[in-house]
């Protein structure tokens, strides 16, 4: 058979028949993909609602933890302050009431006791053993710090290993309280 168009001519003919294919081909996909997708909306408006509200949901849980972290450590204070009371009534003794008020004197930036131990050496020294937390590793320093610095305190131990953590560390301190010589 003889073609009687010219080779340009047919080439441009079977261009615009590749280009016809090739637009008739990705409409026709498109609109597949976009009525496989309606389904889908529900879907996609429930989960988004659903997003929504456990996001509101999460701001109240962590409004919440920051209440209930707050009221545990006022009320780990205040447990704190009646075992020191409890502790000096039975005791007694105004080295321990020392040593005590010089703990507590330097429990500050955040820093709250859990337990308290003095033991009695002899008349004039104790050794206090107190566990409690830091919210950084900055406030368990200045407390760590301020103890070293304080009148008739020697040997204050803080285990290496409660500056590990950068937050919310949980230490447990150790040292010597003796009154001052006269």
């Known amino acids: 058979m ?20 090739a637009t008739v081909t990705l409409s026709l996909l498109s609109a597949v993909l976009f009525l496989a997708s309606i389904p889908l909306m529900p879907i996609f408006i429930s989960t988004r609602s659903e997003e929504v509200e456990l996001l509101a949901s ?7 933890a920051e209440l209930l972290a707050q009221q545990t450590s006022a ?20 080295i321990a009431e020392r040593a005590v008020a010089v703990l507590l004197r330097y429990t500050v ?3 709250t006791l859990s337990s308290l131990h003095v033991k009695m050496d002899d008349a004039r020294s104790v050794t206090v053993s107190a566990k409690g937390s830091a919210p950084s590793r900055d406030a368990l320093s200045a ?18 290993s409660a500056f590990v953590e950068e937050r919310d560390r ?3 301190v150790v040292f010597q309280y003796s009154l001052p010589s006269l």
Do not use: C, H, M
């Open 109 to 111: 930036g955040g820093v």
């Open 2 to 21: 003889v073609n009687l168009l010219q080779k340009q001519t047919v080439e441009e003919l079977r261009r615009a028949y590749f280009v016809r294919a």
């Open 143 to 160: 407390f760590e710090s301020g103890l070293r610095t304080a009148t008739g305190v020697q040997n204050v131990k803080v285990p290496v």
């Open 170 to 172: 949980d230490f447990t």
């Open 58 to 64: 999460l701001s109240t849980v962590r409004e919440r």
């Open 75 to 94: 009320t780990t204070s205040l447990v704190v302050a009646e075992q020191v009371q409890l502790g000096i009534a039975v005791e007694r003794s105004p």
